[in-house]
Antibody, heavy 114, light 112 residues
Framework: EVQLVESGGGLVKPGSSLKLSCVAS????????MHWIRQAPKKGLEWIAL????????YYADSVKGRFTISRDNSKNTLYLEMNSLRSEDTAMYYC???????WGQGVMVTVSS | DVVMTQTPPSLSVAIGQSVSISCKSS???????????LHWLLQSSGRSPKRLIY???NLDSGVPDRFSGTGSQKDFTLKISRVEAKDLGVYYC?????????FGSGTKLEIK
């Protein structure tokens, strides 16, 4: 059974940093690209980043480019999202997901507020 | 960016009725490999999104055949036949053809 489990969220102040993790199981993690997608409270879905299976390519939404970094450790079956210079508009539920959105984690909440 | 225009924003339907949701993209979603990467997701209240249909018309495992997807290029439709109570939630179309990947704004399905 495919499982994606996010962690690392919390309440932080504007300008702070936070690093999210997504531990994958039930499939060959090292063979697949992975996404981070977020959803602000009561809002729709926003794709924010993709990393290829071998980390050779990374893509970002303009809203996070230069502030967020996606990475992965295939030896640990883990996907990461390092978030710097956080803003109030980054407040959202953050999900990791497989390449064609076939599997999603349960999400982790990030709240940016003073 | 590819804009995904999803309509209607909400639907209220009686059990057993059929509904259709439209999703129109600002650009063709046909990728260079000839495939069209348009997917449909359902987000039930308080839950993560779940994919129902991939590449326009392919049902995910376990999805009842009351769900069907049609369309091509820039114009896509999700149809739900014989709506059941468990179908309620917000439906999203999503494209993975072009970067940045984009989603429709969602259609909230309510049961009368």
């Amino acid at each position: 059974e495919v499982q994606l489990v996010e962690s690392g969220g919390g309440l932080v102040k504007p300008g702070s940093s936070l690093k999210l993790s997504c531990v994958a199981s039930g499939f060959t993690f090292s063979s697949y690209g992975m996404h981070w997608i977020r959803q602000a409270p009561k809002k729709g879905l926003e794709w924010i980043a993709l990393i290829y299976y071998d980390s050779s390519n990374k893509y970002y939404a303009d809203s996070v480019k230069g502030r967020f970094t996606i990475s992965r450790d295939n030896s640990k079956n883990t996907l990461y999202l390092e978030m710097n210079s956080l803003r109030s508009e980054d407040t959202a539920m953050y999900y990791c997901a497989t390449p064609y959105f076939d599997y999603w984690g349960q999400g982790v909440m990030v709240t940016v507020s003073s | 960016d590819v804009v995904m225009t999803q309509t209607p924003p909400s639907l209220s339907v009686a059990i057993g009725q059929s509904v259709s949701i439209s999703c129109k993209s600002s650009q063709s979603l046909v990728y260079s490999d000839g495939k069209t990467y348009l997917h449909w997701l359902l987000q039930s209240s308080g839950r993560s999104p779940k994919r129902l249909i991939y590449q326009v018309s392919n049902l995910d495992s376990g999805v009842p055949d009351r769900f069907s997807g049609t369309g091509s290029q820039k114009d896509f439709t999700l149809k739900i036949s014989r709506v059941e109570a468990k179908d309620l939630g917000v439906y999203y179309c999503a494209q993975t053809t072009h970067f940045p990947l984009t989603f429709g704004s969602g259609t909230k399905l309510e049961i009368k």
